[in-house]
């Protein structure tokens, strides 16, 4: 109570005083001033009348809360007087509840039903139903006139990747972003898209989501150099690499791609001589065929492409030291596996957070020296190829399945069939496993996140034929950190673990430290030729190190630092932010 004994309070004073006591309290239903004149003066009576008691509760609208969450909450005011401030605060509660469960505040609207009088409260909710869904396409910009370009892409080849949204019906913020993170991904001829929701003439929580789109530069040519991965771990001359990239990213207006790349890396050949074996990638992709309901795509691709095989068939070589052997070195001949494949994919969304996709391709494979000639053995005598001619060749069918869940959850499974259609064509079931995991073990008030512990394992094992080349290599940078690629063995099976626990220092900076295990599960000897057993792999080994991550606009940095349980200590560089 403000107003006090023999003071003087003007009327709008006094009917302020009552607001106070009924908004504070919350247990009166109203309150009312009543002003008397006495010989004394004017004395002030407040009529206040109690809500009823709270026998029941009738919640309408309230979808995104379940019945369970509701009876929870009101049933500590259950056989008490109506309290308007804890059902305030139930209301809040459940309006947050909701827009953890769909990523936004969809609740526009709360209204009581009817008066408590029989000491039920009838409270009704509105959600925000999505009524419609338009889209608007704003042109490119000329870089040279400054002038705006003619929009190319048709509004009909962009509404069906938000249809999704509109037959949600309540607006489901989480379904949103899905919806924009895949359609920016499959979609490179736009800029961020915006949404705004407008509001519309009608029923209360009817709106219309407004999804504007800005074209981008939808061809092109690039060129240019610069370093490749393999000059990571190969060295300095054999990283480098010239690119020519050609790509039109709206063909006939309905958002296909097409792309052509060409790389091209230098070599050092026999006889001083320099050798280099262009790359070249040619790929068609249809990000949605026909708009169908199964929102299936497909990619059709030509390449050619060049890999060293330094982790198979590199050739012991012992250090300047004379300790440890590198048995990953090119040693005096320098192999690299040079393929020529065309495929056809197509993939899909599955339920619950799975994909799925299944591809054909034919792929002839050879292996070539240091001058672009065939060989048909390794340093050590040993086939490298399975049919024993300059090429192998194979026709595969295979399905892979991708989920994607809650705490950073990954799973892959991938089947490979090879179908001898000429006896001499390869035949072979190739199946691999991957799985990943995070878990948060703690939260300290300094860092800007939660300490986590993140689990990943991988296996896999190929039935029937078996080129040397095809063979599971364990050990490096995605494998077991510590050792060079392929240095623990190359094997028929495969099994790799790593455990890591991450403390995030900065926003943009996170620690780890972490260990590693990886094993051919004593398969190497079935592979042709046994390149493992032939250059002394161990066939299993682990590691242990810390490694770094950086953030850095976008683009994920990573370096680490094992130690193998041989006593090497080795760097490791990615552009990731798992190892593997």
């Not at 892409?153 to 607006?171: A, C, G, R």
């Not at 053995?377 to 399905?399: E, N, R």
Request: hydrophobic share 35%; aromatic share 8%; net charge positive.
């Amino acid at each position: 109570m403000t107003l006090k004994p023999n003071y003087s309070y003007r009327a709008r004073e006094v009917a302020g005083e009552s607001h106070v006591i009924k908004s504070e309290l919350g247990i009166f239903k109203s309150v009312r001033a009543l002003a008397k004149d006495t010989r004394d003066g004017m004395r002030v009576t407040f009529e206040v009348v109690p809500f009823e008691i709270l026998r029941g509760v009738e919640l309408q609208g309230l979808e995104a809360v379940p019945a369970k969450v509701v009876e929870e909450t009101f049933r500590p005011m259950m056989g008490k007087p109506i309290n308007s401030n804890h059902v305030s605060g139930a209301v809040e509660y459940f309006k947050a509840y909701a827009e953890s469960k769909r990523g936004i505040d969809s609740i526009e609207g709360i209204s009581l039903l009817e008066e408590p009088s029989d000491g039920v409260l009838r409270l009704g909710f509105v959600d925000v139903d999505i009524n419609d869904v338009k889209v608007e396409i704003d042109p490119s910009i000329d870089a040279k006139t400054g002038k705006e370009n003619k929009v190319l892409s048709k509004v009909d080849s962009v509404m069906p990747y938000f249809e999704n949204i509109k037959t949600t019906k309540v607006l489901n913020g989480m379904r949103v972003r899905e919806t924009i993170d895949r359609f920016r991904a499959q979609n490179p001829r736009f800029g961020e898209p915006q949404i705004n929701m407008l509001p519309k003439p009608g029923p209360l929580g009817k709106r219309t989501l407004l999804v504007s789109l800005k074209e981008k530069s939808m061809k092109g040519v690039t060129c240019g150099g610069g370093m490749s991965a393999r000059g990571l771990s190969e060295g300095i001359f054999s990283g480098i690499a010239g690119h020519f990239s050609a790509f039109h990213t709206n063909l006939f207006g309905q958002g296909k791609m097409l792309n052509l790349g060409v790389e091209a890396t230098p070599r050092k050949g026999g006889r001083g001589l320099t050798v280099v074996r262009p790359q070249v990638n040619l790929q068609y992709q249809d990000p949605w065929v026909g708009f169908g309901p199964t929102r299936t795509s497909r990619a059709m691709s030509v390449r050619s492409e060049s890999s060293s095989m330094r982790s198979t068939h590199g050739v012991n070589s012992t250090n300047v030291d004379g300790d440890q052997p590198d048995i990953t070195s090119p040693g005096l001949s320098e192999m690299s596996l040079q393929r020529l494949q065309t495929s056809v994919e197509h993939s899909r969304p599955l339920l619950n957070g799975w994909n799925g996709m299944f591809s054909v391709d034919f792929k002839r494979t050879g292996v070539l020296d240091n001058d672009g000639n065939h060989s048909l053995f390794d340093a050590y005598g040993a086939p490298v190829t399975f049919s024993g001619t300059k090429c192998d060749t194979a026709l595969a069918a295979q399905m892979r399945f991708t989920y994607g869940g809650p705490n950073a959850a990954q799973l892959m499974l991938s089947a490979e069939q090879a179908l001898p259609v000429q006896p001499q064509w390869l035949n072979y079931t190739r199946m691999v496993a991957k799985a990943k995991r995070s878990f948060n073990l703690l939260s300290v008030g300094s860092l800007p996140g939660p300490v986590q512990l993140v689990l990943s394992s991988k296996g896999g094992s190929v039935v029937g034929d078996l080129p040397p080349y095809e063979a599971f290599a364990i050990g490096g940078t995605s494998s077991v950190r510590g050792y060079n690629d392929g240095a623990i063995g190359t094997g028929r099976k495969y099994v790799v673990g790593s455990a890591e626990m991450r403390v995030p220092v900065t926003p943009t900076i996170t620690g780890a430290a972490f260990f590693d295990y990886g094993s051919d599960l004593h398969s190497g000897g079935s592979v042709l030729g046994d390149p493992a057993g032939t250059r002394g792999k161990p066939g299993s080994g682990y590691s242990y190190g810390v490694a770094g991550m950086f953030e850095t606009g976008g683009l994920p940095i990573r370096f680490d630092y094992a130690k193998n349980d041989q006593g090497n200590a080795r760097f490791h560089f990615s552009l990731a932010r798992d190892f593997n």
